[in-house]
């Protein structure tokens, strides 16, 4: 019955309550189905599994069965099926249940494993299997031997004593997987939690003390592992795992191999990406060649080398497998060898007979096999060319090359590969040559530039350098030949070493035929041939604008009619430079057009072309001139600007010194600014607003050659300011600084006009009586006569009178005055404060000091003689420079003298305060001849020597008691010098 | 920068004990272990956060500590004061010769572990070097001492045997956070040891 209860186990393992009645019918039938099978075959099946043994992999999770099979007849073979169960923790939990069938040999002893998800460590399992014959008549293995006794599978039993275990320990597992992690404890009553890299995990509980995990499509982390751990919460300590998480192991990709020398097979493959395993768990790689059997584990993860067999074997079979804990992959490869050859790159690679357009080109490949014949291919690199050549070889190769450049370097390659079955190409190897010199093919490109001086040409040559194709070689020299054609005896020769590229000449007026050649080390070029002309030809052309681009300027020029042999465009590059660094274009007799492009070309320069046309004869001569802007910019400055005629109404503006030609732009005109405070413009301007917003007129000048501007219609007196800046189709000259400008007012010119007239008149005067002033002198200021020079003293020597002489000062005796009574008046004031002297004068030598009787009396007393006082000047007399000179003549009669006394007296008189001082007047004279105090000489001659006298006498009133006596008159003579009158 | 100080502070710490007239005074020796333990002292923590860094959760995690953790190979340095205050000179320069005994091997244990589980941490391994040839200084160092103040010698003993091969990763990382805390302790402990054989034999 046991046996029955177990069949029903089997087929039903996890019978439901709700079929229980059906079931036990169904179980009812079937059982007394099988009893009546039993009595039918009553002896158990001969070969049940016997000798069960269960061996246990912890670290794989793996149970390994083994079994035998006895009753097998000998070298009996049989197929059978044998069916294994599982069991969980309880015999009656099955949790597997599987057929294995094998055929099985006499004395077998047969192996069956089984990987569980669950770590062993986790639960108990329990085993058990029986067999049946594997009839394929009958499919149904209705005859099954007995089941096996279980077998316990207990690993819990050997883990110790340890509160807490989790399991399973360093699983490898392949990213994506899942994994079941348990832990087991062996204190129920602690509270354990588990972490994977420190977040709680929700387990299930299988048994009391075992919860497990499942973890679900696991990532990787790290290489070095995942740390799942547990820990009790009661001080247990931590328990844990590492999860070792692996990406999966890819196959290998673009698996291949080749041999360069059908010795070594050189296989290489891409492992893909890494699995991010520790070195030690990483996948290896194994190269497996079926037909030879050899086996190879390769060192390294991209390519293993195999040793070709020297047996010649051709047809090789490679697998390749990578492999590591969890997986196993494996890529094929079947190939011939000989159609893998990757030959080595070619070797000895030389070039012979090499010629100014041959070269021949050898090289040596690596044997491969006699009988191999490789194709080679041979590129030549030279000038920006590619050519291309393929050569079948066996040993050495070889390649003419020709039509090549002379004195040019190329670069040749090469590279072989199998010509039977194409594999790969070698790896290229190079090598350069260059061609032999060559004469220069062309004749070097000639232009001149003719100037006179002093009667001389002075020709300065030049030429362009041969291009590296017409040169054919490094040009050593250039000759020129000079020849007269004037006198054609004479002719001259230079030699100019390279790289010159132009020379100066000095020639006379003649005609002149330059030849000019160019020499390599081979040989000579044509020669490039110019006519300098006697005769310069520089015929006025009329110079005409261009418009230039930024791609350069777009000449024509009108064709000749004439033979013309060319045509030669000529610039300089930089035409404000010192050296205008002349550049020429030749262009052949048909053309009319060019474009003139160089990378000098600024915006805002002028530049000027002179086309050339080139007679039959060599000659050039001038066609156009064109001038042009490759861009034009504004002007850039102002002129500088004179002003002049300013007037009360207008000023004129002239700026000449202003050049046009080395403008940034063609100039079309000026504008003239004026701002006034009127504002107000008239006719010919305009109203202009400036950047700064000021008003201003503006008058426009059309012309760039009129370079002065009347500005009209001024008002006097008034603050004007201006500019003036010239415009082009670009644009106007900066508004810079206005220049300020006052007109002055309307009269000032009429009044310079009369007053300038009247100071040259009065200069004229002046120059006239500077240059009269003698005249003058003796017209307006005569000499005062010299006593001793005069006329009259030749006149009195001419009488021979010997008593007359002329009186010195010495001989005079003063005369005394004594002021008796004094009473105030203005003159003595006056006294007092010009000198501190007292009122009593002494006015010369008194008594005492009279050395004797004299012919003459002279006194003075500043007090009386308000005239001299304020003169200070004996000579200013009034009286004197009245009395004309010719009077003199009238004195010498003693009457005529006496008058004329009597007349200063009484002026004399006239002038005196009346009844001011009373004075007392002693003459000396007087006191001298007394008893003839007031007796008149009949005959004094001493008056008459004194040519110069002076009034000073004041008589009082009272004394001049004769008013008539000549006497007093006469005492009033004085002869005393100028400077005297002060002491 | 560490490293080779520390070398030259280990090289006359290590030939000391061979050279056969040793000086008699017990303060020289004393005191340059007590240097060279100061100076380990420095480094213990050092190594243990590195140890920690390169280990994963929960090792890592800030603030990580499993004082439950014990190895049965490797005597604890924690002692009451009581019982430690109570030792002779000869117990206590014993148990400190016993422990960095047992240190070293673990050291080179657990350097060899890590070389397995860390290959590509350089400095770990640096560091767990430098501190096992520390230990073996230190060593030679207490056995001068032990020579100086006439005591016996104890022997080497094998303290790791075969159990700890079998190990599995995990285990093998607490090991190490075992053997590193240890370290640190087991310094720590010697420098009080030397501190109060210094003061009783000053120089």
């Known amino acids: 019955m046991r046996f029955e209860w177990e069949v029903l186990q089997n087929e039903n393992p996890e019978p439901m309550a709700l079929f229980s009645v059906f079931q036990t019918t169904f179980l009812l039938a079937l059982l007394s189905l099988r009893t009546y099978q039993s009595e039918v075959l009553s002896e158990p099946l001969p070969w049940a599994p016997e000798s069960l043994k269960v061996f246990i992999n912890s670290t794989h999770q793996c149970l390994h069965l083994q079994w035998s099979v006895h009753n097998l007849a000998h070298h009996q073979e049989l197929k059978m099926v044998f069916q294994i169960e599982i069991s969980r923790i309880k015999t009656s939990n099955v949790i597997w249940v599987e057929n294995y069938s094998t055929t099985v040999k006499w004395n077998q002893v047969l192996h069956w494993s089984w990987e569980s998800k669950l770590p062993l460590e986790c639960a108990k399992h329990f085993i058990r299997m029986r067999s049946a014959e594997d009839d394929a008549k009958t499919p149904e293995q209705s005859f099954w031997s007995n089941w096996s006794s279980w077998e316990e599978v207990d690993v819990q039993n050997s883990l110790g004593h340890d509160p807490l275990f989790v399991f399973p320990k360093d699983k490898l597992v392949e990213e994506g997987s899942n994994v079941t992690i348990c832990y087991v404890s062996r204190s129920p009553q602690s509270n354990i939690s588990c972490y994977l890299e420190g977040v709680q995990m929700q387990g299930e509980q299988l048994e009391p003390n075992v919860t497990v995990f499942n973890l679900n499509h696991v990532a990787f982390i790290r290489e070095t592992g995942t740390n799942i751990y547990c820990k009790g919460d009661q001080g247990d300590s931590i328990k844990g795992i590492v999860l070792f998480v692996s990406k999966v192991l890819e196959e290998p990709k673009e698996f291949s191999c080749e041999t360069q020398d059908l010795t070594t097979l050189n296989c290489t493959w891409d492992p893909g990406s890494d699995t991010g395993l520790l070195k030690q768990l990483s996948q290896s790689y194994t190269l497996f060649e079926s037909f030879s059997g050899k086996k190879t584990l390769c060192k390294h993860k991209s390519w293993c080398s195999w040793e070709v067999a020297p047996e010649s074997q051709e047809m090789y079979n490679f697998t390749l497998t990578a492999e590591n804990y969890l997986r196993k992959r494996s890529v094929h490869l079947l190939f011939n060898l000989t159609h893998r050859v990757h030959p080595m790159a070619p070797f000895s690679v030389l070039f012979t007979d090499v010629s100014t357009t041959n070269a021949t080109m050898t090289w040596k490949v690596h044997s491969t096999g006699n009988y191999y014949t490789l194709l080679c291919q041979v590129k030549l690199y030279g000038e920006g060319e590619v050519t291309q050549h393929n050569v079948s070889v066996e040993v050495d190769g070889e390649q003419l090359f020709s039509g090549l450049e002379p004195d040019t370097e190329y670069r040749a390659q090469v590279r072989c590969a199998n010509a039977n079955h194409f594999w790969k190409w070698s790896e290229w190897t190079h090598q350069n040559f260059t061609t032999a010199e060559a004469a220069p093919s062309e004749a070097p490109d000639v232009w001149r530039n003719v100037k006179s001086v002093q009667g001389h040409s002075v020709v300065t040559l030049f030429w362009k350098p041969l291009s590296k194709l017409q040169a054919n070689g490094k040009i050593l020299f250039y000759n020129i030949v000079i020849e007269n054609l004037d006198r054609s005896s004479s002719s001259k020769f230079l030699s100019i070493p390279a790289p010159a590229n132009g020379t100066e000449l000095n020639l006379d007026q003649c005609s002149y035929q330059i030849h000019v050649t160019a020499h390599n080390s081979v040989g000579t070029s044509p020669a490039s041939v110019i006519i300098v002309s006697g005769d310069p030809g520089n015929k006025e052309v009329e110079e005409e604008r261009v418009k230039g681009t930024e791609d350069g300027f777009s000449l024509s020029w009108k064709p000749q009619p004439g033979n013309v042999t060319g045509y030669i465009v000529e610039w300089c590059d930089r035409p404000r430079g010192p050296l205008c660094d002349l550049q020429w274009k030749s262009v052949g007799p048909t053309t009319t057009s060019t474009v003139v492009s160089s990378d000098a070309f600024r915006p805002g320069v002028q530049y000027n072309f002179r086309i050339y046309g080139i007679s039959t004869e060599r000659v050039p001569y001038l066609l156009e001139k064109k001038t042009g802007y490759s861009q034009e910019l504004a002007p850039s400055d102002n002129p500088q600007v004179v002003m002049s005629n300013l007037t009360s109404r207008s000023f004129t503006l002239s700026w000449k010194d202003y050049s046009i030609e080395s403008q940034p732009s063609f100039i079309q005109g000026y504008h003239v600014y004026l701002k006034s405070k009127a504002g107000q413009c008239h006719s010919g301007s305009e109203k202009a607003v400036l950047s700064d917003d000021a008003v201003c007129c503006k008058y426009k000048i059309d012309n760039p050659k009129q370079k002065t501007f009347v500005v009209e219609n001024l008002q006097p007196e008034s603050f004007y300011e201006f500019l003036v800046t010239p415009y082009s189709s670009v644009g106007e000259g900066p508004h810079g600084a206005f220049t300020k400008v006052t007109t002055p007012d309307e009269y000032s010119p009429i009044l310079i006009r009369v007053i300038l007239p009247m100071v040259f008149c009065i200069l004229l005067i002046m120059i006239i009586c500077y240059l009269k002033s003698q005249w003058m002198k003796e017209k307006c200021y005569p000499d005062i006569p010299d006593p001793y020079k005069s006329s009259v003293l030749s006149l009195i020597k001419s009488k021979e009178n010997p008593r007359l002489t002329i009186m010195n000062i010495k001989d005079c005796v003063p005369d005394s005055i004594e002021v008796l009574n004094k009473q105030e008046g203005t003159r003595k004031s006056l006294t007092e404060t010009e000198s501190s002297k007292p009122t009593y004068l002494y006015l010369l030598p008194t008594e005492e000091s009279y050395s004797g009787p004299g012919p003459c009396i002279c006194f003075e007393n500043f007090t009386y003689n308000q005239a001299a006082s304020d003169s200070a000047s004996c000579g200013h007399v009034p009286v004197a420079p009245k009395a004309p000179p010719s009077q003199l003549a009238l004195l010498t009669s003693p009457e005529n003298l006496l008058k004329a006394l009597e007349e200063n007296y009484m002026n004399s008189l006239g002038e005196i305060p009346a009844g001011e001082t009373s004075l007392n007047y002693v003459s000396q004279l007087a006191s001298a001849m007394t008893g003839d105090k007031f007796s008149l000489p009949t005959n004094p001659p001493e008056p008459a020597l004194c040519s110069e006298y002076k009034m000073q006498m004041a008589i009082p009133l009272g004394l001049a008691s004769p008013p008539s006596s000549g006497s007093s008159s006469l005492s009033s003579f004085t002869l005393l010098d100028e400077g005297e009158h002060y002491h | ?203």
């Open chain 2, 1 to 203: 920068m560490s490293y080779p100080l520390a070398q030259l502070c280990l090289l006359p710490l290590l030939l000391s004990p061979l050279s056969p007239g040793a000086p008699i005074s017990p303060a020289e020796p004393i005191s340059q272990a007590y240097s060279l333990a100061l100076y380990m002292q420095k480094n213990t923590s050092t190594l243990l956060q590195t140890y920690l860094q390169y280990q994963g959760s929960p090792f890592s995690d800030p603030g990580f500590s499993a004082p439950e953790l014990q190895l049965s190979s490797l005597p604890p340095a924690v002692v009451s004061f009581k019982t430690w205050h109570a030792l002779d000179d000869g117990e206590r320069l014993s148990h400190a010769q016993g422990a960095f005994l047992a240190l070293t091997q673990h050291l080179q244990l657990v350097g060899d572990d890590q070389r397995d589980l860390n290959p590509g941490s350089p400095m770990l391994l640096a560091q767990l070097g430098a501190a096992r040839l520390r230990a073996q200084g230190l060593l030679g160092n207490m056995a001068a001492i032990m020579t100086a103040l006439g005591l016996p010698i104890p022997p080497e003993e094998d303290t790791l045997g075969v159990v700890p091969f079998g190990a599995s990763a995990f285990e093998r990382k607490c090991r190490g956070y075992v053997v590193t805390r240890e370290y640190g302790h087991w310094t720590d402990r010697a420098v009080r040891d030397l501190a109060l054989l210094k003061a009783k034999y000053p120089g």
